[in-house]
């Protein structure tokens, strides 16, 4: 209700009490609803704000975007193909379609996917020509993200070149930090200031909704 309805509301009330003074303050707020047709509801009046969540019923594969494009170029290809790879193994699971999103594809299955079906997912993923091994991270559920930030790092490695989300990958692998954590996309790596010789490293993972491996 708007600050306008509330108060012209308000002036009705007082006018029906300044008419029918003797009455209590209860009946003259029933014969104002009534009026207006208001019925006050039994109980709570519960009302619903949540939204449904994704579908677990896909799989993301995090990629490099120049391989993300070259798959949608093919999406027919390789759902028939992945397919064919899932009934080899009597797999239940069958590949719908498949959607790009920023640095990931999203393949739609027609039930959740098993762990066993993420991996044949994934083999299949690194095996298109041109696609790294270690350019495709472990496909996952839809879940949710937290987003790490690590400062302090030298921007040029001993090298003397300067530090890559390749290299990140490689140290988070030696962690045992990161021994239970997934990538959720490629590690972001950026200077601290245009003059700096220090970077900042941004890393995305997926998590429970809480945040816990955070």
Avoid at 7 to 23: G, R, T, V, Y
Avoid at 61 to 82: C, E, F, R, T, Y
């Amino acid at each position: 209700m708007s600050y306008a309805q509330a108060s012209s509301q308000a002036a009705d009330i007082l006018k029906l009490k300044d008419a029918f003074p003797a009455l209590p303050n209860k009946k003259i707020v029933e014969i104002h609803n009534a009026a207006l047709n208001v019925t006050q509801p039994k109980g709570k009046n519960k009302r619903s704000f949540t939204t449904k969540g994704p579908s677990r019923k896909q799989a993301i594969i995090p990629l490099l975007d120049q391989h993300v494009k070259s798959i949608m170029n093919n999406a027919g290809l390789h759902i028939n193909s992945i397919n064919g790879l899932l009934k080899n193994v009597k797999s239940s699971l069958r590949a719908e379609f498949i959607r790009p999103m920023t640095e990931s594809i999203v393949i739609t299955t027609n039930n959740v996917p098993a762990s066993s079906d993420l991996s044949i997912m994934e083999k299949y993923i690194k095996s298109i020509e041109g696609i790294g091994s270690n350019e495709v991270a472990t496909p996952q559920l839809p879940q949710s993200k937290s987003y790490l930030k690590i400062t302090g790092i030298p921007y040029i490695q001993p090298s003397g070149i300067a530090i890559s989300s390749g290299n990140i990958i490689n140290y988070l692998k030696d962690s045992n930090l990161f021994e239970d954590i997934t990538l959720a996309a490629k590690p972001h790596v950026i200077k601290a200031s245009p003059k700096s010789d220090m970077a900042i490293i941004w890393i995305d993972i997926w998590d429970s909704q809480n945040g816990s491996k955070a």
